[in-house]
Structures are given as structure tokens and as C-alpha cells.
């Protein structure tokens, strides 16, 4: 017989860098984790991908198991790393912040892919031009 699940939590965590304090701590607290154990086993997860932020959905159940599912890091935190850049222009339309190339653009395309809600690589490649028009980021 299949579990209850109790709730679904969303996080976004550095990777292999969880620790108990917030934000993390005290939203896995309030579902009823056992926060050591998960940290370690996101940490353990993660390793191989430290520099990267991984968004991590949570699925808790009523006899407060869990299971957690990582997806690949935010398109913009990407684009933002192709570019060596800790943050997109606070003016896209003016003010540029730098321009990736359409390899580049296919490389995080393809990274993307699993967590997109589409199979065609083109239509991701799109989906990451979008994202990096609206940080300031031309694709050249």
C-alpha cells in the first residue's frame, strides 16, 4: 500500500552545501524531518555539483519518511555562470551585463531538457534566450 503524504516542500539549496540553519532548518523542522539526516543525504547527493544551485521538491508522508527529488539548477543561475556573473542587469533593456553564444545557449538547453516542459531542443533553446533577454544577456 502507498504512503499519505502529508506535504510537498520546494527548497532551493546550494549543492553539497545544506546546513540546519535557515531557510532550510526550520521548514524541514516544521514538516517533521529529521534535519541531520536529510542534509546528509542532499549533501552526499550533491557533491559531485557544488557551484550550483539545486531546486530539491520534498515529498513528506504521514509517518514523517520522506523522499526528496533534485532538479537541475534555475536556467538564469546558468546563464549567469556561462557568464562568470553573480547577478542579471537591474535594467535588461538598457543595461547589458554581457552576450552568450548560441552554443552556450544549446549546452544549458540540453542541461534544461529533463525539467522543461518540452522534448524539442529548439523549443528550449528558445525558453533559455527568453531567460537571458529578461536578465540583460544578448545571444550572439
Known sequence: MAKKIAKKLKLQIPAGKAVPAPPVGPVLGQAGINIGDFINKFNTATKAMI???????????????????????????LILKAL?????????????????????????????L???NTNDLASAMKMVEGAARSMGVDVK
Open 51 to 77: 557551484g550550483d544551485v539545486l531546486p530539491v521538491v520534498i515529498t513528506v508522508y504521514e509517518d514523517r519518511s520522506y523522499d526528496f527529488v533534485l532538479k537541475t539548477p534555475p536556467t538564469a543561475k
Open 84 to 112: 562568470g556573473q553573480e547577478k542579471g542587469s537591474g535594467k535588461p533593456n538598457t543595461k547589458k551585463i554581457g552576450a552568450i553564444t548560441k552554443a552556450q545557449v544549446k549546452e544549458i538547453a540540453e542541461r534544461k
Open 114 to 116: 529533463v525539467d522543461m
